[in-house]
């Protein structure tokens, strides 16, 4: 099967939108997953999409969309589990229920997702990609909650393409830095209402975020991407990655992707983290064998 059916979830704008009609052109018929009804007229009038209503949270609605991918025949190749939230705020703002509900749609909602249409992808021997982001990878103020979910994809990524290797199917994930979405504008209220519930000691700080949400900095095309002066990516660079996991012969288990101030960013946060490791007793290399090791691990990649 030349162009074999993919499952794409959160496909009502951004990243999954947009992979979604990367998909279909190529000439895939896509199953593309949207929260609202609203969102299912839009993407029914692309060729090759099949709008399907499912909420990632909701057991029963997974097992509808289920079924109706079964009824049309067609079997499934790729899963693409894209659909997540994100808010922002101070841990002590966030209470066990907003937890949860984030933990739901991004951690359970893949697993959820993944353990419905499982044995339609080890049928297919096919793929399964899991969007994930470089919060999965790193963590900062204010973000806690959010890439705390991030950093269980990781996990459960790595696990899964092992359980799954042996029916010959891949699991990769794309760790995307800022990209163009809605995903912000979504999660904004949530985020505004962490920050506008912040107790003692923590609400003069609180107030301080609140009135930089007010006074948005522009970003400045013409000066170098920095912490203060982001520059988002078009989802396109997503949708690239995630057709190489689908398809490649020999996809990557992690796909970084996002501009080069953010991918510096990770190597960093990576490279900290390791010495961070090696700096105890048990695991102390020295400067000479860490290079060794990494030689080894280069060399190890090329013969892989």
Request: cysteine-free; glycine content about 8%; overall charge negative.
């Amino acid at each position: 099967m030349k162009t074999p059916p993919i499952l794409v979830t959160g496909a009502s704008t951004g990243i999954g939108n947009h992979l979604a009609r990367y998909l279909a052109e190529r000439g895939h018929t896509v199953f593309a997953t949207v929260r609202k009804a609203q969102d299912m007229e839009s993407l029914g009038q692309i060729e090759r999409v099949i709008p399907l209503q499912m909420d990632v949270r909701d057991r029963q609605s997974v097992e509808a969309a289920l079924l109706k991918v079964m009824e049309t025949g067609l079997g499934l190749y790729g899963l693409v589990n894209n659909a997540g939230v994100g808010e922002l705020g101070m841990f002590s703002t966030w209470t066990d229920e907003d937890l949860f509900d984030i933990f739901n749609v991004n951690v359970f909602g893949p697993h959820r997702v993944t353990n419905a249409f499982v044995r339609l992808i080890i049928e297919a021997h096919g793929r399964i990609v899991n969007i994930g982001s470089q919060g999965g990878m790193i963590s900062s103020k204010y973000f806690g909650p959010y890439t705390m979910t991030k950093h269980a994809l990781e996990a459960y990524t790595v696990a899964l393409n092992d359980e799954l290797r042996p029916y010959q199917v891949w699991v990769s994930i794309v760790q995307p830095g800022g990209i163009i979405s809605n995903i912000g504008n979504n999660s904004f209220p949530g985020t505004l209402a962490h920050f506008e519930r912040a107790e003692p000691p923590f609400r003069d700080e609180a107030q301080q975020v609140l009135a930089g949400f007010n006074q948005p900095d522009e970003p400045h095309p013409d000066e170098p991407e920095s912490a203060s002066n982001r520059k988002p990516s078009s989802p396109e660079i997503v949708s690239v990655a995630a057709y190489d996991a689908l398809f490649s012969e020999k996809p990557k288990l992690r796909y970084l992707v996002g501009t080069h101030w953010e991918g510096n960013r990770v190597i960093n946060a990576l490279i900290q983290k390791l010495l961070d490791e090696n700096d105890n007793p048990q695991h102390n290399y020295s400067r000479d064998e860490l290079i060794e090791l990494l030689d080894r691990h280069i060399e190890q990649r090329k013969t892989a």
